[in-house]
């Protein structure tokens, strides 16, 4: 069935250094990977998204990379800062033409000044 | 206006009674969701509506009840529910094109307390 693994479950950085999170997910025709940012008492918000018909893409501090062959992607945070701490969640939309968009379990994100 | 707009942001209900979820986007969104989350747990898919069809149903147990009365509005009516029900309901929107995926719109979700 659709699946969507993340790991780590927590990561723990100071500020300026970097953190990666990394995504597999099972379903090879799946064509959308979103990232969501979720802090406490908030609504997930979409920080950056990629098709998968794109390797790499990038805004800002915030990069995505995508591996179709090995169904895995990674979110990369560089020069982190304390308002980057939240909970990070990625998401695969898996195809049938019905917008089934499943979120891995999450990484909680501390940044440490 | 790029909101997803949910009521009540707050719910306590005990397990006789009956009460609904709003949610509403003017986006022009065709596709909108339910998902449920457990405090920290992912969002969990519960609902998907497409052209205001039911296209998806994840299995939900028949005491929660989607309806799309129009393209901008989803309500989610609530029966009998059993005290681990109580979660917070997100309602998103997103585009609907086939195959292709598009960006989910959350609302703020409206946290439910079953007594």
């Known amino acids: 069935g659709e699946n969507v693994e993340q790991h780590p479950s927590t990561l723990s950085v100071q500020e300026g250094d970097s953190a990666v999170i990394k995504c597999t997910y099972s379903d090879s025709a799946s064509n959308y990977f979103p990232w969501y940012k979720q802090e406490l008492g908030k609504r997930p918000q979409l920080i950056i998204d990629?098709?998968?018909?794109?390797g790499e893409k990038k805004d800002q501090r915030i990069a995505v990379t995508l591996n179709k062959t090995a169904k895995h992607f990674s979110l990369h945070i560089t020069e982190t800062q304390p308002e980057d701490s939240a909970v990070y969640f990625c998401?695969?939309?898996?195809?049938?033409?019905?917008?089934?968009?499943?979120f891995g379990a999450g990484t909680r994100l501390a940044v440490h000044p | 206006d790029t909101e997803v707009t949910q009521t009540p942001k707050h719910l306590v209900m005990g397990m006789t009674n009956k009460k609904s979820l709003k949610c509403e986007q003017h986006?022009?969104?065709?596709?909108m969701y339910w998902y449920k989350q457990k405090a920290k747990k992912p969002p969990e898919l519960m609902f998907v509506y497409s052209y205001e069809k039911l296209s998806i149903n994840e299995s939900v147990p028949s005491r929660f009840s989607p309806e799309c009365p129009n393209s901008s509005l989803l309500n989610l009516h609530l029966h009998a529910l059993q005290p681990e029900d109580s979660a917070l309901y997100l309602c998103?929107?997103?585009?609907?094109?086939?195959?292709?995926?598009?960006?989910?719109?959350f609302g703020s979700g409206t946290q439910l307390s079953v007594l």
């Open positions: 990629i098709r998968s018909n794109v």
């Open positions: 998103a929107s997103s585009q609907v094109e086939g195959d292709r995926g598009e960006k989910l719109f």
């Open positions: 998401a695969g939309m898996f195809s049938g033409g019905y917008n089934k968009l499943i």
């Open positions: 986006m022009g969104h065709r596709a």
